[in-house]
Structure formats: C-alpha cells, structure tokens
C-alpha cells in the first residue's frame, strides 16, 4: 500500500516571496507522484506529475516539483507566489500498474499574505 | 471536451433515505473513479470502473454503497439507508487510459445527511 503525508496543513506566505510545499510518500513499489490544486468551491486540477525521466518537472502556473527518491519526496515550489495561488494542495501517489487509484495526502492550505 | 460532470451538485437528505449520484466523464475515457472527500482529509479511493466492469472496490464501500458504468459511459453511485457519517464530497474522475494519463476531476456531489 501507498501513504502521503503532507506535514504542513497551512503555510501562509507574504505576496511574490517563494512557497515551498513538502510532500514525502511510502512505498514498496514504483509510483507515480501528482500534485493537484483545490480552488474555493472548485474541482481538483492538475498542476504537474511525475511519471519518469527528468526529476525536476514543471507544472502550470509558474509551480515545478523535484522527485526525490532517496528521500522518497515531492516537493513544490513556486519562487514568487500571487494572491490567486490561494487554495489547498494535494500531493498524491498511484502505482505505475493496475487500477492506478490515486492516494492523497491530506492537504495544504496555502494563504498568500498582501 | 466538456470536462467530467456530476450531478446533482448538492444533495440533502435525511438519514435513512436512499440518494444516488450520476457521473459523466470525459468522452472516450475508459477509466473511470469515484472518491470521497471529508472536510479537512484528501480524497479516499471508493471504486474504479474499466468501460463497463467494475474492477476494485474499496473496504471503505460498505454493502449500502452501489456503483454501475452501464455500457462503459456515464456512472452511477448509490447509497442507501444513508447515515450521517456518509457527509461528505463525492468525488468523480476519469482516465483516458493506463501509465499515468491525468485523472480528470469533477467538480463533486456534496451530500448532507441529517
């Protein structure tokens, strides 16, 4: 089985500094590694994943993600925040075969601070 | 493409009553996924449908939760004799196919249980 674990559930951030967003994952198999954005009163979007290759991946809106796996990480960072960054980001893992079912880890809220 | 969408939007109802949600994904994807979303918690991986055949179900689907994708197309998620622990987001994705293709997110059915 696969786990996320999300240690920061809020992060608030002044206007254009960098946000970084940490996401460590457990598993005895391959995986994929996604982060997905949750606007206010929106759906789930995808912002950037990690299927192989290159481990710095690049997402929208200006986020990137660097697959660690010796740490087992995928962290997200952005280098200068906008007050339309705030919402909650879920970091999630599936494996690389089967059903590919999506684990989340349970949220960060990033506030951006005028 | 319209995007995976899901109705109703909201649903009140009182505790013991039956609800059921539809699901239409995005055209052609043959991958199909229900989730459930708590306040505070990531999404919870519920069932997955490959077209027509229903192919996991979570321990977390008890024998009052029901789910069917009728000819591969739109899906279908009943819960019957509802509790009040059944609150919750009720999330639908779809997939066009295997090895990582992005999980398409509606925007969710908010039940209520009174």
């Known amino acids: 089985a696969q786990s996320v674990t999300q240690l920061d559930s809020q992060v608030p951030v002044f206007e254009e500094a960098p946000v970084e967003l940490r996401c460590n994952y457990s598993?005895?198999?391959?995986?994929?590694l996604f982060w997905y954005v949750q606007y206010p009163n929106q759906g789930l979007q995808l912002l950037l994943k990690y299927l192989s290759g290159s481990t710095l991946v690049k997402g929208i809106n200006g986020f990137e993600a660097e697959f660690n796996k010796s740490q087992t990480s995928f962290h997200l960072r952005k280098p200068s925040v906008h007050i339309s960054d705030t919402a909650e980001y879920f970091c999630?893992?599936?494996?690389?075969?089967?059903?590919?079912?999506?684990?989340f880890g349970t949220g960060t809220r990033l506030t951006i601070i005028p | 493409d319209t995007g995976v969408s899901q109705n109703p939007r909201h649903k009140i109802t009182k505790r013991g009553q039956n609800v059921t949600f539809r699901c239409d994904p995005i055209s052609e994807h043959n991958r199909l996924y229900w989730y459930r979303q708590t306040l505070g918690q990531g999404p919870e991986f519920l069932t997955y449908?490959?077209?027509?055949?229903?192919?996991?179900k979570s321990r977390l689907l008890s024998d009052r939760f029901s789910a069917e994708r009728p000819k591969g197309s739109f899906s279908t998620l009943e819960i019957q004799r509802t509790e009040q622990g059944d609150s919750a987001m009720y999330l639908c994705a779809s997939q066009l196919n295997s090895g990582g293709d992005t999980q398409y997110f509606g925007p969710g059915t908010r039940l209520t249980v009174l």
């Open positions: 449908f490959q077209n027509e055949a229903q192919l996991e």
């Open positions: 598993s005895s198999v391959s995986v994929y």
């Open positions: 999630a893992v599936s494996t690389t075969f089967g059903n590919e079912k999506l684990t």
